[in-house]
């Protein structure tokens, strides 16, 4: 996904906004048609239905009917396509969620035809066509793939613009040397290859972290409503936009550069969804080791990890194998044993049986590497401290 910064004239963003609203607005629908749904009962409306429905409700809904019809059936489109997705065994995605106003603003424009375009307008400059806006200028920053099909419109947090064309990134051959690599998501630092490499993920400098931590303080201080507080969760969003950026940026260089130098690339099977979400329990029946899990999840979803391995599947194709995580980071990767204790810290591992020391997301990377699966011995992840072996906390074998 290449993402450009889009500059709306204050006219072009009444009518972005109008966009963002309905798009919300049907994909909810959608979502709440699905809620319903239970096993047994008739299913819930497939696409098709769905049109017609919205049909229906345009003539009901003026402010409805006055938006863009392509940019709400794109919309419908899409929680169709994340509803499939969701029900694929082969590759489940989380279910599609409730989207909030000003959280989750955007939406989406399919080429067909004659009805979009991207042109360029100067040497800095370039312009997308988005229904009822017209041409909205965008900084051409890089060149836009040749190969896209559609862009989606997005507004953050921070109230800025961007446009980012979908393109699967073309897939990178194979360099044909017969090299396997093993990558481990680490915690402190974001993914270790069996070649003992670190790509640790940036995120924000000290400086900037205290800022945010300054900044959040004089939020929890402001009145509510007031100026001031607006202003100071415009800072926080802007400095939060930074550190996603820099995320984005990171997977899609490490993923060229391990896609276009191994043939065979190993990663644990996480479900990194269903971890993050396991962390909380329901009300009734509250997760355990909640505080911990919580740390421990913001690391995951900070360090990029799933858009890493996303990635590596695009450019990779047919060349990434997901290995069970189960007792990788409990393995020696020198003599196979097999042992909670040799991990000594987060990051040090040392085989209680040969010796072997070595760096942990390293050493449990060969092992990912090697395809090794160790089967659970009636080990109980649960019972043993969280910044132990959070792989098995996680995923209980
Ligand atoms: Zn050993």
Redesign the pocket.
């Known amino acids: 996904m290449s993402r450009y910064r889009l500059l709306p004239t204050p006219a072009q963003q009444a009518v972005l906004r109008d966009h963002c609203g309905h798009a919300r607005y049907v994909w909810n629908l959608a979502v709440e048609q699905h809620a319903h749904w239970r096993p047994g009962r008739k299913g819930a409306p497939g696409y098709l239905e769905q049109c017609r429905q919205l049909t229906q409700a345009r003539a009901a809904h003026p402010w409805l009917a006055v938006g863009s019809q392509t940019v709400q059936q794109q919309a419908l489109r899409d929680s169709a396509r994340a509803m499939t997705a969701f029900f694929d065994p082969g590759h489940p995605a989380g279910r599609p969620s409730w989207r909030k106003a000003g959280r989750h603003e955007g939406f989406r424009i399919v080429g067909r035809g004659r009805q979009w375009d991207v042109r360029r307008v100067s040497r800095k400059a370039g312009q997308v066509w988005v229904p009822k806006a017209g041409w909205v200028r965008f900084r051409w920053s890089r060149a836009v793939p040749a190969g896209a099909k559609s862009y989606r419109v997005t507004m953050d947090r921070a109230g800025r613009w961007h446009v980012a064309f979908a393109v699967i990134p073309a897939p990178i051959p194979a360099p044909g040397n017969g090299r396997a690599v093993g990558i481990d998501r680490g915690v402190a630092v974001a993914a270790a290859l069996s070649t003992g490499e670190l790509l640790p993920c940036p995120a924000l400098t000290g400086r900037e972290r205290a800022r945010l931590r300054r900044l959040q303080r004089r939020l929890a201080r402001a009145r509510r409503g007031s100026n001031r507080r607006g202003r100071v969760r415009h800072a926080i969003a802007r400095l939060k936009a930074r550190e996603t950026d820099r995320r984005k940026d990171w997977a899609e260089k490490a993923s060229t550069g391990i896609a276009r130098r191994f043939d065979l690339i190993r990663v644990e099977d996480l479900q990194i969804g269903n971890m993050t979400r396991s962390a909380r329990g329901t009300r009734g029946n509250p997760g355990r080791n909640v505080r911990a899990k919580a740390g421990l999840n913001r690391g995951i979803l900070g360090s990029g990890w799933g858009l890493l391995v996303r990635r590596l599947e695009e450019k990779a194709p047919g060349r990434v194998e997901k290995v069970s995580p189960a007792f990788t980071s409990q393995r020696?990767s020198?003599?196979?044993?097999v042992d909670a204790k040799s991990r000594e810290s987060q990051a040090r591992f040392v085989?209680t049986?040969?010796?072997?020391a070595g760096h942990a997301d390293v050493n449990a990377a060969i092992n990912i590497a090697a395809g090794h699966a160790v089967t659970a011995r009636g080990g109980d992840g649960a019972a043993r401290p969280v910044n132990r072996e959070p792989h098995l906390l996680l995923r209980p074998a």
């Open positions: 020696c020198a003599c196979g044993h085989c049986a040969c010796g072997f």
